[in-house]
């Protein structure tokens, strides 16, 4: 009953009887998807990458991760509470954030160095997101629950998109087009910090980076005294740290004590910005409660209102704009950051499940009110180079900034505002891509230069979503472009010989038209006349399928003789779009015409294309009829190296490779609209022409033993003539018109020199 349903569906479809063996999807799947159960078990053990190494957890690893820990806590409880000032939120705002984002991501993570937190871009994203919405709905809602609303959504996309295993969407994002952002961002909220260093208030230091440049030289007359305070902390920042990278170069034996100096600066610059704001501002205070510079003032103790996040349906409405530019960063910036350490490091990320992490992290952040949190670059970084061995680092750096959550928040009171934008500035203008960096675009990709360029100018012009977004889509235009114009070249060949024995010589093949890699003094010859051989470097795809047919048959019009004496055709009877001989001497024409090789075969290389649509298959029917219209009779096509067996089912279906009659191929193999009837032109329905079809040759076959011998095996299937198995045999067999195809290339010796195919 099956076996009949089979084959009436198969008469159907119009399936053929007789067609060529091709992978099939069923087979596909399985070789894919072996054990469905121990695909499931792997996926649930891979959610939990600690499981892998923890049982192998010991004193040498505690040791690097205890000091990496809690030196990355030094640095996260200082900017922690900058970022939540930049993300126009109350400070332990930021350590909530930190708490749970160095906590949470150890058990999920496959990096090592990467701690999560509370940065910079991210941070400046929130507070416009929060002055957005409160512009459009005032007093609605607070900026906490509006960040912590944020977090919770954003992380639960991210982490659909890790479950999903849809990681691969953050590849179509270069690395021009991320740094790009970051640096425009980088200079962003340096020049928004600046009045803040200064004290200079009266303008909106959210707006674009330019007007906040120029408010800023305006207002420089408003100085207050917080600059007392910025300007020497920021000073500070480079001065130790410029002094202990000269002196770690001077002593080589004390680099270690030297790093851990540097590393607590941040710590040591708020300790003293915060002592000498205590001692100015506790006998300064007006009768108004005010102080002469702006300090953090109260910060709660321990965690405030833990418990679910209320998630409110007019707020999320009025989030929706905002959720994508947020959600983009909120990964962007993470994998970036975790494929670099891991990079450098000498270990592979798995961006799903880091994703996972980021997602997981961030909703389980909102329980806390946390705002978003990801991946920093500047703490990574001091991570790496602290030595840390293992993940559960972060748990250490957890530990630090509960300590000071708990136990030094009466202290926080007297941290003046203007430090905490010196931490900001100190931290994020290391972002800023260096001129080498940038000099490195251009000699790679000049056109990705220019995506980094625009990147930066709409984020300094605009504001960091319009950078990202302009970043984001001139990027994948340049990819579509890439995609629709693939590179393609005509070959001919050249003999190299080995120097050190010159009799050894084999044929390499080369592109007629200098390419710029080869040497341009080298002669390269064409190939045997009547052959073309054309090499596509990229997959044959919709978009690009009519650029490649239109560079095989402009070179076949140009280089090959026609078919047809259309001098002879009365203008009435020819095609409306053939024009025919331009004006003059038809006789000088058609001995020009003459003087051209007549064409019996083309030869595709096929060594660098894995896939092949519905499409292409159509527009290569298009290009063999256009051809054959041309030199009025069949023409071979051989294809080199076809390695996709999805490639090699499609060219089969499209009737190339196994020697098919043109006359019993349609001329479009999956029309739009159905055409009742045939569209074959005259030649094509000549009984003498489809008798002697090049394309139905005799095959000579050697003698082949089909797996009863262990020294047979057959390369490429007999019943494919016209697929080869690399370039050399393919244009072997279509230098020889009109004589049987023998297999003879995909011979193979054994160790007893018996012939298999």
């Not at 705002?93 to 940065?119: Q, R």
């Not at 080298?522 to 190939?527: A, N």
């Given at each position: 009953?099956?076996?009949?349903?089979?084959?009436?569906?198969?008469?159907?479809?119009?399936?053929?009887?007789?067609?060529?063996?091709?992978?099939?999807?069923?087979?596909?799947?399985?070789?894919?998807?072996?054990?469905?159960?121990?695909?499931?078990?792997?996926?649930?053990?891979?959610?939990?990458?600690?499981?892998?190494?923890?049982?192998?957890?010991?004193?040498?690893?505690?040791?690097?991760?205890?000091i990496a820990g809690?030196?990355?806590?030094?640095?996260?409880?200082?900017?922690?509470?900058?970022?939540?000032?930049?993300?126009?939120?109350?400070?332990?705002?930021?350590?909530?954030?930190?708490?749970?984002?160095?906590?949470?991501?150890?058990?999920?993570?496959?990096?090592?160095?990467?701690?999560?937190?509370?940065?910079?871009?991210?941070?400046?994203?929130?507070?416009?997101?929060?002055?957005?919405?409160?512009?459009?709905?005032?007093?609605?809602?607070s900026?906490?629950?509006?960040?912590?609303?944020v977090?919770?959504?954003?992380?639960?996309?991210?982490?659909?998109?890790?479950?999903?295993?849809?990681?691969?969407?953050?590849?179509?994002?270069?690395?021009?087009?991320?740094?790009?952002?970051?640096?425009?961002?980088?200079?962003?909220?340096?020049?928004?910090?600046?009045?803040?260093?200064?004290?200079?208030?009266?303008?909106?230091?959210?707006?674009?980076?330019?007007?906040?440049?120029?408010?800023?030289l305006?207002?420089?007359?408003?100085?207050?005294?917080?600059?007392?305070?910025?300007?020497?902390?920021?000073?500070?920042?480079?001065?130790?740290?410029?002094?202990?990278?000269?002196?770690?170069?001077?002593?080589?034996r004390s680099?270690?004590?030297?790093?851990?100096?540097?590393?607590?600066?941040?710590?040591?610059?708020?300790?003293?910005?915060?002592?000498?704001?205590?001692?100015?501002?506790r006998?300064?205070?007006?009768?108004?409660?005010?102080?002469?510079?702006k300090?953090?003032?109260?910060?709660?103790?321990?965690?405030?209102?833990v418990?679910?996040?209320?998630?409110?349906?007019?707020?999320?409405?009025?989030?929706?704009?905002?959720?994508?530019?947020?959600?983009?960063?909120?990964?962007?910036?993470?994998?970036?950051?975790?494929?670099?350490?891991?990079?450098?490091?000498?270990y592979?990320?798995?961006?799903n499940?880091?994703?996972?992490?980021?997602?997981?992290?961030?909703?389980?952040?909102?329980?806390?009110?946390?705002?978003?949190?990801?991946?920093?670059?500047?703490?990574?970084?001091?991570?790496?180079?602290s030595g840390?061995?293992?993940?559960?680092?972060?748990?250490?750096?957890?530990?630090?900034?509960?300590?000071?959550?708990?136990?030094?928040?009466?202290?926080?009171y007297?941290?003046?505002?203007?430090g905490?934008s010196?931490?900001?500035?100190?931290?994020?203008?290391?972002?800023?891509?260096?001129?080498?960096?940038?000099?490195?675009?251009?000699?790679?990709?000049?056109?990705?230069?220019?995506i980094?360029?625009?990147?930066?100018?709409?984020?300094?012009?605009?504001?960091?979503?319009?950078?990202?977004?302009?970043?984001?889509?001139?990027?994948?235009?340049?990819?579509?472009?890439r995609?629709?114009?693939?590179?393609?070249?005509f070959?001919?060949?050249?003999?190299?010989?080995?120097?050190?024995?010159?009799?050894?010589?084999?044929?390499?093949?080369?592109?007629?038209r200098?390419?710029?890699?080869?040497?341009?003094d080298?002669?390269?010859?064409?190939?045997p006349?009547?052959?073309?051989?054309?090499?596509l470097?990229?997959?044959?795809?919709?978009?690009?399928?009519?650029?490649?047919?239109?560079?095989?048959?402009?070179?076949?019009k140009?280089h090959?003789?026609?078919?047809?004496?259309?001098?002879?055709?009365?203008?009435?009877?020819?095609?409306?779009?053939?024009?025919?001989?331009?004006?003059?001497?038809?006789?000088v024409?058609?001995?020009a015409?003459?003087?051209?090789?007549?064409?019996?075969?083309?030869?595709?290389?096929?060594?660098?294309?894995?896939?092949?649509?519905?499409?292409?298959?159509?527009?290569?029917?298009?290009?063999r009829?256009?051809?054959?219209?041309?030199?009025?009779?069949?023409?071979e096509f051989?294809?080199?190296?076809?390695?996709?067996?999805?490639?090699?089912?499609?060219?089969?279906?499209?009737?190339?490779?196994?020697?098919?009659?043109?006359?019993?191929?349609?001329?479009?193999?999956?029309?739009?609209?159905?055409?009742?009837?045939?569209?074959?032109?005259?030649?094509?329905?000549?009984?003498?022409?489809?008798?002697?079809?090049?394309?139905?040759p005799?095959?000579?076959?050697?003698?082949?033993?089909?797996?009863?011998?262990?020294?047979?095996?057959?390369?490429?299937?007999?019943?494919?003539?016209?697929?080869?198995?690399?370039?050399?045999?393919?244009?072997r067999?279509?230098?020889?018109?009109g004589?049987?195809?023998?297999?003879?290339?995909?011979?193979?010796k054994?160790?007893?020199?018996?012939?298999?195919?």
């Open positions: 009953m099956a076996a009949t349903l089979k084959h009436v569906a198969g008469k159907i479809v119009q399936r053929p009887e007789d067609e060529a063996p091709v992978i099939s999807t069923g087979s596909y799947v399985k070789s894919h998807l072996p054990d469905p159960k121990r695909a499931i078990i792997d996926y649930l053990t891979s959610l939990f990458p600690i499981l892998g190494w923890i049982t192998r957890y010991n004193t040498g690893w505690l040791t690097g991760d205890l809690f030196t990355v806590g030094l640095v996260l409880v200082p900017q922690g509470m900058s970022y939540a000032q930049l993300a126009t939120l109350p400070p332990q705002y930021g350590l909530y954030s930190s708490f749970v984002g160095v906590l949470v991501y150890c058990f999920f993570a496959t990096s090592k160095d990467v701690s999560i937190g509370p940065v910079a871009v991210m941070s400046l994203t929130v507070s416009q997101i929060i002055a957005s919405v409160e512009s459009k709905y005032p007093n609605e809602w900026g906490p629950q509006i960040a912590t609303t977090a919770f959504i954003c992380g639960f996309i991210v982490l659909g998109i890790g479950l999903l295993r849809l990681g691969w969407i953050v590849e179509f994002i270069p690395l021009p087009a991320v740094s790009g952002f970051m640096t425009g961002s980088a200079i962003n909220i340096v020049a928004g910090q600046v009045p803040g260093l200064m004290g200079i208030t009266g303008f909106n230091t959210r707006a674009a980076t330019y007007e906040v440049i120029i408010n800023t305006k207002g420089l007359p408003r100085t207050t005294l917080d600059a007392a305070w910025g300007l020497p902390g920021l000073a500070a920042l480079y001065i130790i740290r410029i002094a202990c990278n000269k002196f770690s170069d001077r002593y080589p680099r270690r004590a030297l790093f851990f100096v540097s590393v607590a600066r941040n710590a040591f610059v708020i300790i003293v910005l915060t002592i000498a704001a205590w001692l100015y501002c006998h300064h205070k007006s009768s108004s409660g005010k102080y002469p510079i300090i953090l003032q109260t910060v709660p103790r321990g965690f405030q209102n418990g679910p996040p209320v998630i409110d349906t007019g707020l999320l409405k009025a989030l929706a704009p905002q959720l994508p530019v947020a959600t983009i960063i909120l990964l962007l910036e993470h994998i970036a950051i975790s494929k670099s350490f891991g990079r450098v490091n000498g592979k990320i798995n961006p499940q880091e994703l996972i992490a980021i997602g997981v992290t961030n909703t389980v952040g909102s329980v806390f009110h946390a705002y978003p949190a990801t991946g920093s670059f500047s703490r990574s970084a001091l991570k790496s180079k840390v061995r293992t993940p559960i680092a972060g748990i250490f750096t957890a530990v630090v900034v509960i300590v000071a959550l708990y136990g030094l928040t009466s202290a926080f007297w941290i003046p505002n203007a905490l010196a931490v900001i500035i100190h931290a994020v203008a290391d972002l800023v891509a260096s001129p080498s960096q940038v000099y490195t675009f251009w000699r790679i990709s000049p056109l990705e230069f220019f980094w360029t625009a990147a930066v100018l709409v984020t300094v012009f605009s504001t960091i979503e319009d950078g990202i977004y302009t970043s984001i889509c001139a990027s994948l235009a340049l990819l579509l472009l995609i629709a114009h693939p590179r393609g070249a070959l001919g060949k050249v003999k190299v010989s080995d120097p050190g024995d010159p009799e050894k010589s084999r044929e390499v093949f080369l592109p007629l200098a390419d710029g890699v080869t040497n341009s080298i002669k390269v010859e064409p190939p006349p009547g052959v073309i051989i054309y090499r470097e990229d997959s044959y795809l919709y978009p690009n399928c009519s650029i490649v047919n239109s560079a095989v048959v402009d070179h076949v140009e090959i003789r026609r078919g047809i004496d259309v001098s002879k055709i009365k203008l009435r009877d020819r095609p409306w779009n053939d024009p025919g001989p331009s004006h003059g001497d038809p006789a024409a058609q001995a015409n003459d003087a051209k090789p007549d064409l019996h075969a083309i030869v595709l290389d096929f060594s660098v294309v894995p896939h092949i649509d519905t499409t292409a298959v159509q527009a290569l029917i298009d290009t009829n256009e051809v054959q219209r041309w030199v009025n009779h069949p023409v051989h294809f080199a190296s076809v390695l996709s067996p999805w490639a090699r089912r499609a060219l089969i279906a499209g009737g190339f490779g196994t020697g098919t009659p043109v006359t019993d191929i349609p001329p479009e193999i999956a029309p739009v609209v159905p055409y009742r009837g045939s569209l074959r032109g005259d030649w094509e329905r000549d009984d003498k022409i489809a008798a002697s079809d090049v394309e139905a005799e095959i000579t076959e050697l003698q082949v033993s089909r797996g009863k011998s262990r020294n047979a095996a057959a390369l490429v299937p007999l019943d494919t003539p016209f697929f080869h198995l690399d370039l050399t045999s393919a244009v067999a279509a230098g020889a018109p004589k049987p195809l023998s297999r003879a290339e995909t011979t193979v054994t160790a007893e020199d018996a012939p298999y195919i």
